[in-house]
């Protein structure tokens, strides 16, 4: 029993620690290639408008701006013997297979999109409570040294989640139908959450709510009692200028990266001529290749040869590559050049990503772990809606060139917010604020 016990530890191992942010990321991109790159280039293959596959997207990273309302919750609230974020993880990540379900019992949802916009509304609900409870147990539990190549396994993770779901579906949609399609990644999901079920936080915790065990000490000691305590502590941590700094480049570097994402696949289909099943098996490759190297290469990097030096040379990367795009237009209806485009982007976009949430995840307390690290993220997610309200007005106003051109200068804000930023001294004072509550 002991031994049981003993390997199902989080704190004790670190490959355990590993395999199961892999998974939960795994999990959480499954539903993020259906949503948020599949169904809006199945609709642009229906010929659905720009408006209607905005609204969509909207409803889809709506949800996401919530996740500061239910990060507090699990700070304030959780089930110690059973570990501080556990018990949320597998609430959610349940949550997130039976939504799914629901999503995919519409009938005919090209036909009925308020019926789909409701479906994508309601399994981004539980997407966002499944992140801010996963993102939680990982603050908690990933020690500082391992954040970087932690968060490039969990970021790699969640692309080839989403390359993988994407592409399944995809096919299965062609083949089969909408049902089949979704209820399959669906079970995908539901299979994942074995995974927090049997793995404990903890040696000394229960694996179930009848089982023998207790709470860590550790997590007595941190954890807050009352609602006063957790404000005052969130405040603390926000009313610092350099917290200020990281959530603005949080929500210009996903807002931008939405927004873009969100055109190519109206791009592809409407001016190279690709068809939604060609744009999404390559987005899918992207996404795989880009998350096999995020894991391989995305931490060793930023331990080489600096965190800041490699996302400035990322951001310089998609900048210049944007900006060849909008230039180039005589090779726009060439497959070639653009699948290359697509998965060289994906691959730099990946890599950054992984830099940013490094920062944000070194620079939180743990005292208030989820709900700090997912309003960094809600920030993002915000950016995010925004992003992809962008594509409406600024196609309709623009050509291409230009709409491309607006991608890039966001990518030159997003340099000069990380130049300003002192992440040295942001990290000093969390680590104060911690001592004096201690």
């Known amino acids: 029993m002991k031994l049981k016990i003993r390997l199902s530890s989080l704190a004790e191992r670190v490959s355990l620690r590993y395999f199961t942010f892999i998974a939960l990321y795994f999990a959480e991109g499954l539903p993020m290639g259906i949503l948020f790159i599949g169904i809006p280039a199945w609709m642009a293959m229906n010929n659905k408008s720009v408006t209607e596959i905005g609204a969509f997207d909207v409803a889809c990273a709506m949800p996401w701006t919530f996740k500061f309302f239910i990060a507090p919750m699990m700070d304030r609230y959780t089930f110690l013997p059973m570990g501080r974020k556990r018990p949320w993880v597998i609430i959610c990540q349940t949550g997130l297979f039976l939504s799914l379900l629901i999503m995919a019992s519409i009938k005919d949802p090209l036909n009925h999109l308020s019926l789909l916009v409701a479906g994508g509304f309601l399994v981004s609900i539980f997407g966002a409570a499944q992140d801010?409870?996963?993102?939680?147990?990982?603050?908690?539990?990933?020690?500082?040294?391992?954040?970087?190549?932690?968060?490039?396994?969990?970021?790699?993770?969640?692309?080839?989640?989403?390359?993988?779901?994407?592409?399944?579906?995809?096919?299965l949609l062609e083949r089969y139908n909408f049902f089949i399609s979704t209820a399959t990644i669906g079970l995908a999901v539901g299979?994942?959450?074995?995974?927090?079920?049997?793995?404990?936080?903890h040696q000394e915790e229960r694996l179930f709510p009848w089982s023998d065990g207790q709470a860590n000490k550790s997590n007595e000691q941190i954890q807050i009692s009352s609602w006063m305590e957790m404000y005052r502590s969130l405040y603390a941590a926000f009313s610092l200028r350099n917290a200020f700094l990281l959530a603005l480049l949080l929500f210009l570097s996903q807002g931008s990266y939405n927004y873009f994402e969100k055109l190519l696949p109206i791009f592809a289909v409407k001016v190279t001529g690709w068809t939604h099943v060609y744009y999404s098996n390559?987005?899918?490759?992207?996404?795989?290749?880009?998350?096999?190297?995020?894991?391989?290469?995305?931490?060793?990097?930023?331990?080489?040869?600096?965190?800041?030096?490699?996302?400035?040379?990322?951001?310089f990367f998609i900048c210049a590559q944007t900006l060849l795009l909008g230039f180039l237009d005589q090779y726009w209806k060439d497959t070639g050049f653009l699948y290359s485009y697509i998965v060289v982007y994906r691959w730099v976009n990946a890599f950054a990503k992984i830099g940013v949430f490094a920062i944000a995840m070194q620079c939180c307390s743990k005292r208030v772990s989820a709900s700090q690290f997912t309003f960094y993220m809600t920030i993002g997610a915000v950016g995010s809606m925004v992003g992809a309200a962008l594509i409406s007005p600024v196609k309709n106003s623009f050509n291409w060139e230009i709409s491309f051109m607006f991608f890039a200068v966001m990518m030159v804000l997003c340099a000069v917010i990380l130049w300003v930023?002192?992440?040295?001294?942001?990290?000093?004072?969390?680590?104060?604020?911690?001592?004096?509550?201690?």
């Open 132 to 171: 801010a409870a996963t993102d939680g147990l990982a603050v908690d539990n990933i020690p500082a040294e391992e954040q970087a190549r932690a968060n490039a396994f969990m970021g790699g993770a969640r692309m080839i989640g989403s390359s993988f779901a994407l592409a399944l579906s995809t096919w």
């Open 421 to 438: 930023l002192n992440i040295k001294k942001l990290e000093q004072q969390i680590e104060g604020l911690e001592k004096h509550h201690q």
């Open 191 to 201: 299979l994942i959450t074995l995974v927090p079920i049997l793995i404990r936080e």
């Open 282 to 315: 390559a987005f899918a490759v992207a996404d795989l290749t880009g998350g096999v190297a995020g894991i391989l290469l995305g931490g060793w990097l930023i331990e080489r040869f600096g965190i800041k030096r490699m996302i400035y040379l990322y951001f």
